[in-house]
């Protein structure tokens, strides 16, 4: 009768497990594709320098929503024919970067220098991106 007992009692833990683990790897699977369904929303601005090209840097500005994990690269070929090379911006909408007058195109987030590339760089909620193209010749 101990050996019916203990073997009830066995199974009985054993099924206990064997449903929470299930329970567990639903869980772990509705997060997953929670993540990538989510979206973030983030603002490109833009500052360019009037000596190098007259633009209305208002009309260029957006507001703008993606996937979650999407890089700022992929988004300025996207939405503003970005070219680049080697992972570096060297024209966005048709405004190159002017190397004689050291005018490369850079980008702040949220205010700060980024310290990555555009490709290395997932947007998140809320950001704020300014890309600069501005004059950098050295002073004398």
Known sequence: MK??????TFSFLLVGCGNQETTSTE???????QDQNEEVTYTIEFSIDDELYSVDEEEMNQ??????????LEIMQQEFDAVDSNGF???????????????????????????VGAGDYQLEEGDEITWNLETGQDEE
């Not at 050996?3 to 009830?8: Q, S, T």
């Not at 869980?27 to 594709?33: D, F, G, P, Q, R």
């Not at 507001?63 to 700022?72: I, M, N, Q, V």
Request: aromatic share 10%.
């Open 3 to 8: 050996k019916i007992l203990g073997l009830f």
């Open 27 to 33: 869980s772990e699977t509705s997060e997953n594709i």
């Open 89 to 115: 911006i060297t024209a966005i909408d048709d405004i190159e970067q002017n190397e004689s007058k050291k005018a490369y195109w850079l980008f702040d987030v949220n205010g700060e220098f980024s310290q």
């Open 63 to 72: 507001e703008l929503t993606s996937p979650k994990d999407t890089t700022l």
